[in-house]
């Protein structure tokens, strides 16, 4: 009896479960060479306002949570990507038109960038905070904050480590985080949010959303609950509308770059803001 082959629809993954787009819509996911491969869910603005809604409801509790136990929980994440290589391997072999090795190269690639930035959650504030020179009886301290709800436009030709190296460093200070996939390669970044959803990351610290980024962009960027903007994957949209769209409520914005961002502390820095605390000493 031969087996009957069940494509699977991959949906979307919006506050730590996996709903389909409110719109009802999905495309199709090709391989490299055109043969069809999946559907995937085609995200909406109604599907972007659920994921800002669901990463705002996070913020406090993953913000809260101490440095260490926040690299803890993406050095988890590592753990998990790599138990899950060979699949990941597989899909991006297929979707990206990859060689084997090449594939292998990305996978192990994401997964060091997990740890690279798990490294840094519990030491990145004795970087950018200080104790601040002041003359007076007082002291003056500055200590890095999350800015809150980070809407990003992923790399758009690496379907995981483009998705890994923006997502990563906005988790590190206590950000949320609300993501555009790859629209033409999105199979790995839902195969990541079922990472994210057998791993400790809470419900609403990562949405991932599908479809064109085009379409979806926009609603993000003109957010009035969306505090900063990474623009990473953007170089072939009308990216400089989305700076100005986020100037009317703001919003910090990353500028796009080419390929895929090195792992780097002002990737941490530049979605934090810094708060500052005055305290007297001695007698008054």
């Given at each position: 009896?031969?087996?009957?082959t ?10 730590g ?32 306002r ?6 705002r ?9 101490t ?12 753990e998990?990507?790599?138990?899950r290589r060979?699949?990941f391997?597989?899909?991006i ?10 594939a ?11 740890v690279?930035y ?11 905070g200080?104790?601040?020179?002041v003359?007076?009886?007082?002291f ?5 904050e ?14 995981l ?7 990563a ?10 993501v ?7 199979l790995?970044?839902?195969?990541l ?7 400790d990351?809470?419900g ?8 064109s ?14 505090n ?5 994957g953007?170089?072939?949209l009308?990216?400089v ?25 002002e990737?941490v ?11 007297t000493k001695g007698?008054?």
């Open positions: 009896m031969s087996h009957l069940v494509p699977k629809t991959f949906k979307l993954y919006i506050g479960k996996f709903p389909r787009s409110e719109s009802g819509r999905v495309y199709e996911v090709v391989t490299a060479k055109g043969d069809f491969l999946a559907n995937a869910a085609k995200g909406s603005r109604k599907d972007a659920d994921a800002v809604v669901a990463a409801s996070a913020v406090s509790g993953w913000a809260g949570t440095g260490y136990n926040r690299g803890q929980v993406l050095y988890r994440i590592a998990l990507l790599e138990g060979a699949q391997v597989d899909e072999r297929r979707s990206e038109g990859a060689s084997e090795s090449a292998s190269a990305q996978v192990d690639a994401a997964i060091d960038v997990w690279w798990a490294g840094w959650a519990d030491k990145y504030v004795q970087v950018a200080n104790g601040n020179p003359s007076g009886p007082y003056n301290v500055s200590t890095p999350a800015t809150g709800v980070v809407a990003i436009i992923a790399p758009q030709e690496s379907s480590l483009g998705l890994v190296s923006v997502v460093p906005a988790l590190v200070s206590g950000n949320t985080v609300v555009i996939a790859s629209e033409a390669s999105p790995s970044a839902i195969s949010g079922e990472v994210l959803a057998t791993s990351v809470p609403g610290v990562v949405n991932i959303l599908t479809g980024a085009a379409e979806i962009a926009p609603w993000l960027a003109s957010h009035a609950d969306v900063a903007l990474d623009l990473a953007a170089g072939d009308d990216w509308d989305l700076q100005i769209a986020s100037a009317e409520t703001l919003k910090r914005v990353l500028p796009p770059q080419d390929g895929v961002p090195a792992p780097s502390v990737r820095t530049f979605f934090t803001e810094t708060k500052t605390v005055w305290h007698l008054i």
